[in-house]
């Protein structure tokens, strides 16, 4: 991420090349609240799809939104998000299907290496999606943290 891009910029583009748009952020009409995680804001943008007749967007798609939706939140509340973390103890976030979430520490202190670490643990698993935080300024929950990096099976790791 550059200087002058903010993160809720850096995951607008990532929710472009999975083949949204940012349409489907704004359009959600989805009110992020402070306890919500990534996963949460997934099953009820999918839930709103479904209630107003239309087909669920695609996991990837849905996914990125969410991460948009979660980082706009976290920039307008700067207290709540930790932001950029130091090398150190880094937690894994798997994102299963149905909604179901797995946290677990990564034994690695460098970022390359726990990414490395956490790609062998989500194939693992057979996820399509996880997620690296730093645990500071966040809770232990998935979802909680400084978000470090993302993981979709269909485009790789990036911030």
Known sequence: MTSSQSSSEQFGQHLKSVGGSEADADNSAYVVAEEDTVESVVSCLRMKQQEQGNLASEPSILHASAQVLISRRDEKDPAHHAGTSQPGTYQLDIHL??????????????????????Q???DAEGADFGAIYFPSGGGTAPGTGALECSYDRAVGWYR
């Open 97 to 118: 299907g149905g909604g179901h979430s797995t946290r677990e520490s990564i034994p690695e202190k460098d970022l390359e290496a726990a990414q490395i670490w956490a």
């Open 120 to 122: 062998g643990r989500i």
